[in-house]
Every structure is written in structure tokens, then in C-alpha cells.
């Protein structure tokens, strides 16, 4: 749902970067998962919000030294916790490895992982020759997704796989291409 950024104050709030589309979520049952350690699940003592990001003060922690050993933790609420998604919406989670495909049908490769920098939600798509294509998970950009086959279709803007699959392209011309075998007279 959300990974814990700074402390914020001295009394051991912390900010999160949240990735959810409601902080309503906050309420539920709540998990904390530092690196690769088991999630162990948390009670919130308070949250509030600041500058349009949640704060948060989870019990046990008193101070910015504990919330500052926080930081980088990723905030989980467990699946059976989550709402139904509508029937024309779907959780991340359930595209993950999915075939990236073009409204034309043409393949891009598979859905890897997401990335959160600066609260834009990045894909993070690999090709079948192993390349990796960022692409902006913003609404426009989306057309549709199919979890029976699965995969979902994407309409990205003009020139951005270019700029990931150009030298493939150009790579793939190059090896078609027959040699001059001809010498020089």
C-alpha cells in the first residue's frame, strides 16, 4: 500500500509514500515488511494527513530514532482486507506478469514490477530480449487488460517505445542485413 519515507516531528510519526488510491485503507488490518523479513503486522497508534501525504504513528514507536529504522519499510494490508475492485478495475498485483501488448495486438513483453518514483506509478515492462521499457501507468495510457488470456493493452504516447526499442530495432536491421563480400579492384 505504501512504503515509509521520513520521520516527520520528534514524536515518531512517519511520512509514507503511498501508493494506494484510498488512505481510507489505513483503517484495516496493516503489515511492515523491512527488506526481506517476514511481514509482522503493526497497529497504528494515529494517522493524519500532511501536505496531502499520510502521517503515520504506529504503537511502539516513540521517537524520530525508531521512526527513522523505519524508513524504506514496505506497508502491506492483506488481500482478503482489500475491497472487490469494479468490474472495469483490477489490483497491480493481478497484472504482474502479464503480456504487454499494442491496441494492434503486437507483443512488447511482460509486466516485471511497478515503480513509485515521485508518486508516478511506473511499469516496469521487459522485453523478450531482456530489455526493460518504463512506462507511465497513467489512465490515458492504458486501454484495457484481459486476465483470462492474460494481458493487458497499452496505448503509449508517441515516440516513448521508441526511445527503449529503437536500438533493438536497429540491431535486429543489422543482423538481417547481408554482408559486402566484394573486394576492391
Same mark, same amino acid.
Given at each position: 500500500?505504501? &512504503?515509509?519515507? #521520513?520521520?516527520?516531528?520528534?514524536?515518531?510519526?512517519?511520512?509514507?509514500?503511498?501508493?494506494?488510491? /484510498?488512505?481510507?485503507?489505513?483503517? &484495516?488490518?496493516?503489515?511492515?515488511?523491512?527488506?526481506? %523479513?517476514?511481514? #509482522?503486522?503493526?497497529?497504528?497508534?494515529? *494517522?493524519? /494527513?500532511?501536505?496531502?501525504?499520510?502521517?503515520?504513528?504506529?504503537?511502539?514507536?516513540?521517537?524520530? &530514532? $525508531?521512526?527513522? $529504522?523505519? #524508513?524504506?519499510?514496505?506497508?502491506?494490508?492483506?488481500?482478503?482486507?482489500?475491497?472487490?475492485?469494479?468490474?472495469?478495475?483490477?489490483?497491480?498485483?493481478?497484472?504482474? %506478469?502479464?503480456?504487454? *501488448?499494442?491496441?494492434?495486438?503486437?507483443?512488447?513483453?511482460?509486466? !516485471?514490477?511497478?515503480?513509485?518514483?515521485?508518486?508516478?506509478?511506473?511499469?516496469?515492462?521487459? &522485453?523478450?530480449? !531482456?530489455?526493460? *521499457?518504463?512506462?507511465?501507468?497513467?489512465?490515458?495510457?492504458? @486501454?484495457?487488460?484481459?486476465?483470462?488470456?492474460? $494481458?493487458?493493452?497499452? %496505448?503509449?504516447?508517441?515516440?516513448?517505445? %521508441?526511445?527503449?526499442?529503437?536500438?533493438?530495432?536497429?540491431?535486429?536491421? @543489422?543482423? /538481417?542485413?547481408?554482408?559486402?563480400?566484394?573486394?576492391? /579492384?
Amino acid at each position: 500500500m505504501g &512504503t515509509l519515507a #521520513r520521520p516527520h516531528g520528534i514524536k515518531g510519526e512517519i511520512c509514507i509514500d503511498w501508493h494506494a488510491d /484510498s488512505p481510507l485503507l489505513l483503517d &484495516t488490518p496493516l503489515w511492515l515488511q523491512k527488506g526481506k %523479513d517476514a511481514p #509482522r503486522r503493526v497497529k497504528i497508534a494515529a *494517522v493524519r /494527513s500532511h501536505k496531502e501525504r499520510p502521517l503515520l504513528l504506529l504503537e511502539g514507536v516513540a521517537d524520530r &530514532t $525508531a521512526a527513522e $529504522a523505519l #524508513r524504506g519499510c514496505k506497508l502491506f494490508v492483506r488481500r482478503e482486507d482489500l475491497p472487490e475492485p469494479d468490474d472495469d478495475e483490477v489490483y497491480l498485483e493481478d497484472l504482474l %506478469d502479464c503480456d504487454v *501488448v499494442l491496441p494492434d495486438g503486437a507483443r512488447i513483453g511482460r509486466l !516485471d514490477h511497478f515503480e513509485y518514483p515521485a508518486g508516478l506509478e511506473m511499469w516496469v515492462i521487459m &522485453t523478450d530480449d !531482456d530489455k526493460e *521499457v518504463l512506462f507511465p501507468a497513467r489512465p490515458e495510457f492504458i @486501454a484495457g487488460f484481459d486476465l483470462e488470456i492474460p $494481458a493487458v493493452v497499452i %496505448d503509449p504516447p508517441e515516440g516513448l517505445l %521508441d526511445i527503449y526499442l529503437a536500438e533493438s530495432k536497429a540491431e535486429s536491421k @543489422a543482423e /538481417s542485413k547481408p554482408e559486402d563480400n566484394t573486394e576492391n /579492384s
